[in-house]
């Protein structure tokens, strides 16, 4: 990932001017880096490796966004509306 693109997913979730550990920008950097293998394992159908790293990004953000729905439902919806999420 390159960093204009991970500065940018940062930026938009972020929840104060030095955030960058909160469970919102854990889910927008996995959302970023998902989005980009998905990219590339549509021109790389045989790559496994990828695939297993890509199934591995996909169940720990699923695993973020159910901890914050069950903290605080108000950041989840918001977070699933700003990245588009379904």
């Given at each position: 990932?390159d960093a204009?693109r991970?500065?940018?997913?940062?930026?938009?979730?972020?929840?104060?001017?030095?955030?960058t550990?909160?469970?919102e920008?854990?889910v927008?950097?996995?959302?970023?880096r998902?989005?980009h293998?998905?990219k590339h394992?549509?021109a790389n159908?045989?790559?496994?490796?990828?695939r297993r790293?890509?199934?591995?990004?996909v169940?720990?953000?699923?695993?973020?966004l159910?901890?914050l729905?069950?903290?605080?439902?108000g950041?989840?919806v918001?977070l699933k509306?700003?990245?588009?999420?379904r």
């Amino acid at each position: 990932m390159d960093a204009g693109r991970k500065v940018e997913s940062i930026k938009l979730v972020r929840r104060h001017e030095h955030d960058t550990g909160s469970t919102e920008v854990q889910v927008a950097l996995l959302s970023s880096r998902i989005k980009h293998l998905e990219k590339h394992l549509t021109a790389n159908t045989k790559d496994h490796s990828t695939r297993r790293g890509l199934i591995k990004m996909v169940s720990y953000r699923k695993r973020l966004l159910k901890y914050l729905h069950r903290e605080d439902a108000g950041r989840f919806v918001t977070l699933k509306k700003q990245l588009e999420l379904r």
